[in-house]
């Protein structure tokens, strides 16, 4: 995967300018204000469509190879020969990677992956499919401080540059077990940002992090913890509420859940253990 590429793949558009009327103490006044920029990106494997999916641009070829490894398209780096934008697609809203053994895998690609808020299947059947995929459970010596845990939150907002001016986008951040931020990424959904921290991981080789926790905004879902036990993280965070399935997910397969993470408290749904006063 070529770094330079990722910014090649269309002019970094992920904030757009509109007009509209604000009302404020009575008053009503028509202001500039900022949106963040949501378009389809289409993820392809050689010339075979994979994936539509909603997202802001930027580091699209991160979000591409993320996604071809959360949702077991490829296993390992070694696996990517290439991920590239396609030029002549509209807008430039396409990337196509090249594959080892691209031909096998083109074949078994017979459904789409859209990305959606619900699987659409029963939770027995969803994780079954993850157990299937070989996945291990992540890295049980992984251990954080409440205090470190607690400064999460402020420090993925205050590296939100695109949320600044929008308010608009969700974020998904890797950090150690000391604080340190590695990697933030932002997008109109919170799944794309957090496919687009493993693309970066992938692309760095860096995979799995399993010594990292990753903090998102907005709720944990199931198909974030999936995404977040493929990658091999030990521990996720979120400011919001995590689903039943997610919870089911997590403890199941020996990830810890923290939902909640505002100020000084936090809920642990699974996996206290890593969560360690000393």
Known sequence: MNPKADQAVRPQRNI???????????KSTHVQDYLAVE??????VGETPVSVTMRTPGHDLELAAGFLFTEGIISSRDQLKSVEPVVSATAGNTVSAR????????????????????????GKASIESVRVRGIRPPNASFRI????LCQLPDKLRE??????RTGGLHAAAAFTSS??????????????????????ALENDLLPLSDCALMVSGRGGFEIIQKALVAGIPLLA????????AVQMARELGMTL??????????????AERISQS
């Open 39 to 44: 378009e389809p990106l289409e993820i392809r």
């Open 16 to 26: 757009a300018l509109t007009s509209v009327e604000q009302w404020e103490d009575g």
């Open 99 to 122: 594959l080892v053994g691209e031909e096998n895998v083109s074949r078994e690609l017979q459904r789409n992956f859209f990305a959606a808020s619900s699987c659409g299947i029963c």
């Open 179 to 200: 604080g340190e931020l590695l990697a933030l990424r932002e997008d109109i959904g919170r799944h794309n940002a957090v496919d687009k921290v493993v693309g970066w």
């Open 145 to 148: 401080k409440p205090n470190l």
């Open 258 to 271: 923290v939902g909640f993470l505002r100020g000084k408290r936090f809920v642990i749904y699974s996996g």
């Open 159 to 164: 590296s939100q540059a695109v949320f600044g």
């Open 238 to 245: 979120s400011v919001s509420a995590p689903s039943s399935l």
